[in-house]
């Protein structure tokens, strides 16, 4: 069965919001990754919201802090004013069964013909739409006729809702990378050397290339951002295995990296010592290709510095090639996780002849 990234929408339009009058909205406002949750206090502070807030808060997976995978607040229907409905993503609750001045004011945003679906059709939970009250707003609405419904439904889909919005931030962020265009000739040496398509965004610098390696950073005063590309000849499924592939990017790391060029023991390493930050490896649909995802950190040899990194592994069949892709971060202390989305958005940007293989 063929791995689908993105949640299916269901497609109900219960309000009228034209290309015409997008062009007029206010743009939203917010930093990537804030998130914000409008629902009754009760329904908040009960199971619903706990679901929620424990889904949408949830840890980010093997970087050096705790941070959350978005951050969540929580804003009572009552008190939602001009500013509040611009903010780039909004999340609206409420259920039949509750009938609060909060849970009211947002059933008030729907028409008679949408309450009767949400009150007729079991399977309506959901619908999504964009620039609902600013450009380049997300805005969800979760609906159901009892709040235990609409648990259940939440926690069957909530690993795709967050996926949804990760996928929403990734477009905004792409637009706003390569606002000002790319490194001028690497997509060209790309081409070249490696035989795909892989786009560094204006600002990032070329360090290092060959044939078989390429790699290009961003330094600014509190973050170092950097992003790289690696082939090989591709023998096996074998390789695909996660000691190979870390096994790969050690030696990648030993013969291209380091935190001191002038230190030959400062190469970089992948973490593999601390068992609360275990490297997570998963099977993942990345542009229609079969690719095996990795988070974990990495650190030098000699301890002198360490951060997270995210790397994506593609095999072009036609071409007997495997890639490895990856983005790094070093920033003791700074948040890291916008910092990694920049650089996931920046390795979506690869694209190869591909190996339709599905993911399980």
Known sequence: MKYAILISLVSFVFWSCSEERSANLPPASGLSGDMYLVMDSLQHKGPLGVAIDSVFSAEMEVINRTEPIFKLRWIDPRKLNFVLKQRRNLIFVFTLDRNSAGSNRIKAMFTKESLDKIRNDTSFFLTASKNRFAKNQEVMFLVGRTQDELLAKFKKNASKIVEHFNRTEQERLTKSLFKSGQLKGVSELIKKNFGVEFKIPFGYQLVQEDSTFLWARQINPRDDKDVFIAQKKYTSQDQLQLDS????????????????????????????????????????????????????????????????????????????????????????????????????????????????????
């Open 245 to 360: 592939l870390i096994a790969f990017r050690n030696a990648i790391c030993k013969k291209y990296l380091f935190g001191n060029p002038e230190k030959s023991q400062s190469y970089l390493v992948t973490e593999l010592g601390i068992p609360y930050k275990l490297v997570q490896a998963r099977q993942v649909s990345f542009n229609g290709m079969y690719a095996v995802e990795i988070r974990g950190l990495w650190r030098t040899n000699n301890l002198t510095m360490g951060g997270p990194f995210l790397s994506y592994s593609l095999v072009d069949e036609k071409q007997g090639m495997l890639y490895y892709i990856e983005g790094f971060v070093y920033s003791p202390d700074r948040e890291q996780r916008e910092l990694l989305r920049e650089l996931e958005t920046i390795l979506h940007t690869f694209k190869a002849g591909g190996n339709e293989k599905p993911v399980n």
